[in-house]
């Protein structure tokens, strides 16, 4: 909500955060009797009459007749396992040839989440909002931990097992996680991070017999299946205020110490709402859902959610998302929709070159996390006739943002470029454009930082009292941990970091990071641009570009790139690749430090991990190939 003018009264400042009814009440007009004590609200059901009294003006508000139920994970868990109890879950396991297949329903998952919370509260000592963490990958046993969890009262807190082992352990002790579900298969990875964690004093493990290495002393170890055995399938589930918190997940933390932020049920509700939508996702009833974005990145995008309200199959890979796996998941399965980040489809779309399906049953693959090449936008559809959709969002915004749906009607080079966009922004999340402290029109010719705002926008980090000095998570690679909130702005807006632009019909397009935009003699030089550029190369599997030291420009831009088989890693197929990028864009945008590599490393979320790439550099680890830069006149035909 913003400013809010009603007839003759002035200007009434409405701050975020809900307000209690007595605050909000509103009838058309100007209140009278100045100076008279406010009248007791009414109940919420019944119409009334509230005068708002402020330092400028008297107002008075209606409240409407409507009921005011909370919204919570606990309905949408009780209407999908009944309404929908009978659609499939199917959890695919690579590892266990002949038998990869594993189906449960709605229904049974419904039932297993009321055990898992009988087993937390009678064996595990669960009573209150106590951090349950979980070290699992896609399966029907995470959606059962994640729902009985989360409606008994408790927080669900997801560990990315992607992540270091030492930001794995100041997230545990930063939420204060007291038991853990985790797979047999990262016991070791589990008990060393648990080194020197007090808070945890239980392990559950859903294959204890493929357990390798033993808990700490003073952890407790449990088999899944064993708690879960006679116990009810029936929970009386308490009534929840919609913004108690649900889920408390975690940024990567690429630049520090990982953040929390803490999802309401309300939030997460709404979230499962807006993915049903049109312009958004369109989780269909029947249409079933790849999940290859792992609960542990935000909760698979909420896709489970809206799932449960609509009755949408889910196809869970397991721990191997490899591309003849997701193949072979694909052409078992019959998904419709899939997500995930947009290397996977790039590695697909390759296995099929060499192997092509017998079938496509992909109509829709939604790809984020990092920008989508335009290049993998093409060959996917004029290939397979499958619409790779672009989206955008972060965990500080309950993950998906903006969704590139064109607009009805657009065609031919328009539609393009709205596919080739982040998307257009929903009506549940503001934005605006800020560019040296001040906010400019949404335009395609106005670039800044996008911040937004909205009822799924965290309004800052979980601030931990561990967090506190003397506490377990207070420091992080030896350096405070802070709750960083110049990520805030005093108006309440959120910095997301990614500059880029907003045009007139609200599509958003990330130009880049902040953080990975190349400053070049005074002029910006957008990373993500020259990637798209190079990696639309047939050549070129994969390309990330960083900035280099320069002595006359300050920086230049540094292609750090993988080449396709049988490319040689030479100045002249440097050249070539530079050479093929000049239409697009002016010499002096155009990298001339290359330097040619067996693989790029990746940040837990799939994005090219460019701090790492910059700690290669300074270690001298590069072979750079160094060609003609602005103003030059020859090809530099030497290496560093």
């Not at 695919?92 to 989440?113: L, M, V, Y």
């Not at 648990?194 to 290495?213: I, M, P, S």
């Not at 550029?533 to 900035?547: F, H, R, T």
């Amino acid at each position: 909500m913003g400013d809010v003018i009603r007839g003759d009264c002035e200007r009434i400042s409405t701050p975020l955060h809900r307000r209690a009814p007595s605050s909000r009440a509103y009838r058309g007009g100007c209140s009278e009797g100045a100076g008279k004590a406010s009248p007791p609200v009414a109940s919420n059901y019944t119409a009334s009459i509230h005068r708002v009294h402020t330092d400028t003006a008297k107002v008075v508000r209606m409240l409407s007749t409507m009921q005011d139920i909370p919204l919570s994970l606990t309905r949408i868990l009780e209407y999908g396992s009944s309404v929908h109890g009978q659609t499939q879950v199917i959890t695919w396991h690579s590892a266990d040839p002949g038998n990869e297949r594993e189906e449960t329903t709605f229904a049974d998952i419904g039932a297993r989440a009321a055990a898992f919370a009988h087993a937390l509260h009678d064996t595990l000592g669960v009573t209150g909002d106590e951090r349950v963490g979980s070290l699992l990958w896609n399966c029907a046993e995470h959606l059962e931990v994640l729902f009985g969890t989360a409606c008994k009262g408790a927080v669900f807190t997801p560990l990315n097992k992607q992540l270091m082992n030492d930001q794995i352990r100041h997230i545990v002790n930063h939420a204060e996680v007291q038991v853990i579900v985790a797979d047999g298969r990262l016991g070791q990875q589990l008990a060393d991070v648990l080194k020197g964690v007090e808070c945890v004093r239980a392990v559950v493990f859903t294959d204890v017999d493929k357990l390798t290495a033993p808990m700490p002393e003073g952890v407790d170890v449990y088999s899944y299946e064993e708690l879960l055995d006679g116990r009810s399938t029936v929970y009386d589930w308490p009534v929840l205020d919609e913004h108690t918190a649900a889920a408390l997940c975690y940024s990567t933390g690429t630049t520090g110490a990982p953040k929390g932020v803490l999802y309401s049920h309300r939030a997460l509700y709404l979230e499962g709402m807006q993915l049903r939508s049109s312009d958004s996702l369109s989780v269909t009833h029947g249409e079933t859902f790849l999940c290859c974005i792992p609960i542990y990145h935000v909760l698979s995008w909420g896709v489970p959610f809206a799932a449960w309200m609509t009755g949408t199959p889910l196809v869970l890979p397991d721990a191997d998302v490899s591309p003849a796996t997701l193949a072979k998941i694909i052409a078992a399965t019959s998904p419709r929709v899939a997500h995930g980040v947009p290397t996977i489809w790039i590695q697909l779309f390759v296995h099929y070159l060499k192997h092509p399906p017998e079938r496509m049953t992909l109509t829709e693959i939604f790809a984020g996390g990092s920008p989508v090449p335009p290049q993998l936008i093409k060959m996917w559809e004029e290939r397979y006739g499958v619409d790779v959709v672009h989206v955008w969002g972060m965990a500080e915004t309950t993950t998906v943002g903006t969704v590139a749906r064109p607009p009805s009607g657009a065609s031919g080079e328009a539609r393009w470029a709205y596919r080739i966009s982040q998307g257009r922004f929903p009506a549940s999340l503001q934005y605006r454009v800020v560019n040296d402290g001040h906010v400019v029109n949404t335009t395609d010719r106005n670039a800044g930082e996008i911040q937004v705002r909205g009822n799924l926008v965290t309004g800052s980090y979980y601030h931990s009292p561990t967090s506190e000095d003397g506490g377990a998570a207070h420091e992080f690679r030896g350096k405070d941990v802070e709750d960083a909130e110049s990520k805030f702005t005093a108006d309440g807006w959120l910095r997301t970091g990614d500059v880029g632009f907003v045009n007139e019909e609200g599509f958003l397009t990330v130009e880049d990071r902040a953080r990975d935009v190349i400053r070049s003699g005074g002029e910006w030089i957008y990373s993500v641009q020259l990637e798209n550029l190079i990696m639309a190369n047939p050549d070129v599997l994969e390309s990330a570009v960083i900035g280099y030291p320069d002595k006359q420009w300050v920086e230049r831009p540094l292609a750090v790139t993988v080449l396709a088989a049988g490319i040689s890693p030479t100045i002249e197929t440097a050249e070539r690749l530079r050479d093929g990028m000049r239409s697009e864009l002016p010499s002096w945008m155009l990298p001339e430090y290359w330097t040619f590599v067996k693989s790029i490393d990746k940040t837990s979320v799939g994005k090219f991990d460019k701090k790492d790439l910059r700690a290669h550099l300074a270690d001298g680890e590069y072979n750079i190939i160094r060609l003609k830069g602005p103003g030059e006149s020859q090809r530099l035909d030497a290496t560093d």
